[in-house]
């Protein structure tokens, strides 16, 4: 991966944090932000315990029930990708990156009203907030 590098829907950020940092500061701030922190997957943990080598990878699972649920009555098949995710990877050079779904890409894949993009719209700056040095909480409307 490198600054360069891009995949259709996806925010991709560089973070100077470990994996395991950037993905306690996603639930930390997502709770702080009223948001449920529904479960984190440990990648490159599961790889381990079946003999495998991935670098550190993971994956934080977070959203609130009372935004995704008129997207979902709006759109049912947007719930295939919700809730929300987040993702944090460490590449073969050693950098760690984040990256989460554009809501825009979210609402053109499963075409849901362009009034309902403010419910996950958010999820950028929990991301950015995440990935760079500060740990303010700021407001989400997620």
């Known amino acids: 991966m490198s600054d360069n590098d891009a995949v259709n829907g996806l925010r991709i950020l560089p973070t100077e944090h470990t994996v395991e940092v950037l993905l306690q500061r996603v639930q930390s701030l ?7 922190v529904f479960a ?8 381990e315990r079946c003999g495998l080598t ?5 994956l934080v699972i977070l959203g609130n ?3 995704g649920t008129p997207l979902m009555a709006a759109a049912p098949t947007v719930a295939i990708d919700l809730p ?3 993702l ?8 760690t990156w984040l990256a989460h779904d554009e809501p825009e890409y979210l609402r053109a894949r499963h075409r849901f ?18 990935a760079g040095a500060s740990m303010s909480p700021g407001v989400m409307a997620m």
């Open 40 to 47: 984190q997957i440990d990648f490159s943990g599961d790889a």
């Open 88 to 95: 944090a990877w460490r590449d073969s050079a050693g950098r």
């Open 113 to 130: 009203p362009a009034e309902l993009l403010k419910n996950i719209s958010a999820l950028g700056a929990l991301a950015e907030a995440a």
């Open 84 to 86: 929300l995710k987040i």
């Open 30 to 36: 997502a709770r702080a932000r009223g948001l449920t």
């Open 54 to 58: 991935l670098a550190p990878t993971g």
């Open 65 to 67: 029930p009372k935004a």
